[in-house]
């Protein structure tokens, strides 16, 4: 039996991006569908409309578009809902438009995706083609498009149970010259990289990352990626406790 594959993303349904993902779910499977927002969801990080009325619009077979809805909520509808009693096996997230590195996944709309379809039961796998911001806005989804394949079924044949989710970044080098996948740890920034940043117009302002805390980790994916051309995976628990440490504070906490 075919995989089934259920596609999302936090750019939007028109957004490039989610066509690479699609030729890259079409060459594992006969079996893709589309469940994803009507417009742009970036930073939306896992919110769920609870409390919200949302619509859905079919385009074509099994292509499906949430109107105002977030990633997270794409993929509980495609998972519960639209893909019937047979849920996905893999949930592909992206292509994200733009590296999502370091503590940023904790905002990225992109990882929720494939964080929530993990904890659907599916293989999630979150990918986006890293941008050279220091050289130019502009995307080039080149390298995506060369390794995203092979990276994707690299790491369905590796998955083992459902407590993992998994983020990809893609480099911004030619892809003759990357150097291949490396499985590494996310970024943990010195300090929060989101800062108000304010707006020409007067009382205004934007949530931005305006520049990267320093210092960066040479083995972080941040660095493994920009600095070394390479396609970084870093597998993501979905228990998030510290087991750890609630071993040791366990008996210790009292009123």
Partial sequence: M?????ITNDDGVDAPGIAIMEDIARALSDDVWIVAPDGNQSGA???LSFGHELTIQQRSH??????GGSPADCVVAGMTHLLGERPADVV????????????????????????EGAMQ???GIAMSQGVDYEVSRDVDWSNARTHGLATARAIIAAAEGRGHYYNVNFPFCDPLATRGIAVVPLQRFSRSPFRY???DNAGKFFVAIPETPLPLDAGSDFETMRRDGYVTVTPLMLQQTDLVLATRLNGTLTL
């Fill in 197 to 199: 940043y304010p707006s």
């Fill in 45 to 47: 990080g896992h919110r």
């Fill in 62 to 67: 099994q292509h499906f578009v949430v109107l």
């Fill in 121 to 123: 039961g599916a293989i």
């Fill in 2 to 6: 075919s995989l089934r594959i259920l």
């Fill in 92 to 115: 592909l997230s992206g292509v994200n438009a733009g590296q999502n590195l370091g503590d940023i996944v904790n905002c990225s709309g992109t990882a929720a995706g494939a964080r």
